[in-house]
């Protein structure tokens, strides 16, 4: 049998593997199994070892399914498989399993379990897809209402704060911020006082709108929730980068290099590349802005080195990001290779000749 990651307490490591090799489990045994596979699956910097722990728990809980003839604890186990699938990139097999837990849960009338089953299948939608994201904002819209109607409201008001990222994605600022509002309001009455998300998504929504006062005000509340409760993941680096967005936009250019700076920091100690080179472009913009060319060729040499973009379009976005910077720093013909890049993949885009 495979090694249970073993970050777990000792005393958990024990039960876990009490657990997975008992011959009959109860129904408190399915629900300690579907909680250690989806704490191993959701783990932040997860590793392949988690996910092995994880598919050891599905696996047990379906086994247990099938001997026993339960449905819901079949179900159970699509749903661990779901994330599973999608953790390790594989869409297709993922999302089958999402729709298998989501058929089951509508059999057994277990609502608060379909609705975990339509947040599940809507995070397989992204918010830039413009086709399917009807789709997954009404799945999300099913989901409230039945965590309202459970009354898991710990999991309504996260979910409504999922359905107003996907709000902004069509882009529908006043209907997010009105969702925003409502889970902000269900959070307090619960007495959940972790609303760094939220105040974070309503600064980019009040932002959007033009209400820069309003989303200023809630982006330095952000930022001051979420340091508060000593959070420094990337919670952290997507405030300080929608405050320097923020800064950026009422041009006060040298705060938003200091926001920028300060997501940078916490994005490279996650190692998170992706969030390294989006916000390095936004702080290289801003350098641009207080015209030091120096500066913003100093930040994207950095990415160019170390942290390269791997995609077509995210290296052409590198390319015309150094010959702003260039050309800031009046340097036009150190900027000539970069126009040459830029104009050669331009003409294979457009079938140029």
């Not at 340091?227 to 006060?252: I, R, V």
């Not at 009046?330 to 000539?336: F, G, M, P, Q, Y």
Request: net charge neutral; charged share 25%; hydrophobic share 40%.
């Amino acid at each position: 049998m495979q090694c249970v990651a073993q970050e777990k307490a000792p005393l958990q490591y024990k039960q876990l593997s009490i657990l997975l090799t008992k011959d009959k489990l109860d129904e408190q045994d399915i629900k300690q199994l579907f909680i250690w596979g989806e704490q191993y699956i959701n783990r932040p910097g997860i590793l392949p070892k988690d996910i092995d722990s994880s598919i050891l728990c599905a696996n047990k809980i379906l086994n247990a399914g099938i001997r026993q003839h339960n449905d819901s604890w079949q179900g159970q186990a699509c749903m661990i498989y779901s994330k599973i699938f999608r953790e390790k990139g594989e869409q297709t097999r993922g999302r089958e399993y999402a729709q298998k837990a989501q058929k089951i849960f509508e059999r057994t009338h277990q609502e608060e379990f379909l609705a975990d089953a339509y947040v599940e299948l809507s995070r397989y939608i992204s918010y830039e897809d413009d086709e399917n994201l009807a789709e997954a904002i009404h799945e999300q819209e099913m989901a409230v209402k039945l965590y309202a109607k459970t009354g898991n409201h710990l999991k309504q008001a996260q979910t409504l704060t999922l359905l107003a990222d996907y709000v902004i994605g069509v882009p529908d600022m006043y209907k997010a911020i009105e969702l925003l509002h409502q889970a902000e309001a269900v959070y307090k009455k619960i007495g959940y006082t972790r609303l760094g998300g939220v105040y974070d998504l309503l600064g980019l929504a009040y932002r959007s709108t033009g209400e820069l006062s309003t989303a200023l005000d809630y982006q330095l509340r952000a930022i001051r929730e979420i340091e508060g409760s000593g959070d420094t993941t990337q919670s952290l680096s997507t405030a300080y980068n929608g405050l320097g967005m923020m800064y950026y936009e009422m041009e006060a250019f040298e705060p938003s290099v200091d926001a920028y700076n300060k997501a940078f920091a916490v994005a490279e100690k996650l190692k998170d590349t992706v969030s390294m080179q989006y916000i390095t472009g936004n702080l290289a913009n801003s350098y641009i802005r207080l015209k030091n060319g120096d500066a913003a060729l100093r930040v994207l040499k950095r990415e160019e080195r170390f942290f390269p973009p791997s995609g077509e379009k995210p290296r052409v976005l590198l390319q015309v990001a150094m010959v702003h910077a260039y050309v800031a720093g009046n340097k036009l013909a150190a900027a000539r290779p970069y126009v040459a890049g830029w104009w050669k993949q331009r003409k294979l885009w457009t079938g140029m000749t």
